[in-house]
């Protein structure tokens, strides 16, 4: 314990320390509790229009295809896409992820080129502390480097988790894909080029609540049928 000139005690430098930074964190005014990332409450109206945006599904333009063993074509959503989607449903700031676990689980030699596996365990993380983790595998093949091996691998493993935990959110993000009655009609709308969604506008009003003015969407319905939509009501 320390006295200032005037005689009175003192707070140590370490707790005037500890208060100084609790009033500057998230500029916080001194005196207010400050929400830690995860801790963040959506209000009724933004936990509505995040459902509801959840629950489209995804139109032709999101959707692409690759060849699969014993000539099947397999449908998935490419990394970058789905990135751009989460960002549209929860804000560039209202969603994180973690790679709680990676495994590398085979480096093979033969013939002078490297064939790699790697799991990874990847969790999101939305700011109201609500998250889904899974799991993701990627692969390397006939590579001459190691080093280049494990990176291709890794990266791969990664990307297929973060594409895999999102999807547990809802249509909006992949889910759809899992259903073949969707696929199915899905296949049979023409492909329209994609919107662009780099040029949304973001308004904030005095309660901090969010609104996006996108361009709109070729999107399916619950009951199959293709729709125009657009994400102007989702709030973020």
């Given at each position: 314990?320390?006295?200032?000139?005037?005689?009175?005690?003192?707070?140590?430098?370490?707790?005037?320390?500890?208060?100084?930074?609790?009033?500057?964190?998230?500029g916080a005014p001194s005196g207010q509790a400050v929400l830690n990332y995860g801790q963040y409450q959506y209000s009724a109206e933004e936990y509505q229009a995040i459902q509801k945006a959840l629950r489209q599904k995804l139109g032709p333009g999101y959707i692409s295809t690759r060849?699969?063993?014993?000539?099947?074509?397999?449908?998935?959503?490419?990394?970058?896409?789905?990135?751009?989607?989460a960002n549209?449903?929860?804000?560039?700031?209202?969603?994180?992820?973690?790679?709680?676990q990676q495994n590398v689980d085979f480096v093979d030699l033969l013939n002078g080129k490297f064939f790699v596996g790697v799991?990874?365990?990847?969790?999101?993380?939305?700011k109201d502390g609500c998250y889904?983790?899974?799991v993701g595998y990627g692969?390397?093949?006939?590579?001459?480097?190691?080093?280049?091996?494990?990176?291709?691998?890794?990266?791969?493993?990664?990307t297929d988790g973060l594409k895999r935990a999102l999807k547990c959110f809802g249509n909006a993000l992949g889910n759809c894909i899992m259903d073949k009655e969707y696929l199915k009609a899905v296949n049979k709308l023409p492909r329209q080029k994609r919107p662009c969604r780099g040029h949304?506008?973001?308004?904030?009003?005095?309660?901090?609540?969010?609104?996006?003015e996108t361009t709109s969407a070729r999107v399916l319905g619950e009951d199959g049928k293709a729709t125009a939509a657009t994400s102007n009501s989702l709030i973020i």
């Amino acid at each position: 314990m320390t006295y200032n000139s005037a005689g009175r005690v003192r707070n140590s430098s370490l707790e005037e320390e500890k208060m100084t930074s609790e009033c500057k964190v998230g500029g916080a005014p001194s005196g207010q509790a400050v929400l830690n990332y995860g801790q963040y409450q959506y209000s009724a109206e933004e936990y509505q229009a995040i459902q509801k945006a959840l629950r489209q599904k995804l139109g032709p333009g999101y959707i692409s295809t690759r060849q699969a063993g014993g000539g099947q074509k397999v449908c998935y959503i490419e990394g970058h896409r789905v990135i751009n989607l989460a960002n549209e449903m929860f804000g560039y700031n209202g969603w994180s992820h973690s790679v709680t676990q990676q495994n590398v689980d085979f480096v093979d030699l033969l013939n002078g080129k490297f064939f790699v596996g790697v799991s990874a365990f990847v969790k999101i993380l939305l700011k109201d502390g609500c998250y889904h983790e899974d799991v993701g595998y990627g692969v390397s093949e006939g590579l001459k480097s190691k080093a280049l091996s494990l990176e291709k691998a890794r990266k791969e493993a990664v990307t297929d988790g973060l594409k895999r935990a999102l999807k547990c959110f809802g249509n909006a993000l992949g889910n759809c894909i899992m259903d073949k009655e969707y696929l199915k009609a899905v296949n049979k709308l023409p492909r329209q080029k994609r919107p662009c969604r780099g040029h949304s506008r973001v308004r904030r009003n005095s309660s901090e609540e969010a609104s996006t003015e996108t361009t709109s969407a070729r999107v399916l319905g619950e009951d199959g049928k293709a729709t125009a939509a657009t994400s102007n009501s989702l709030i973020i």
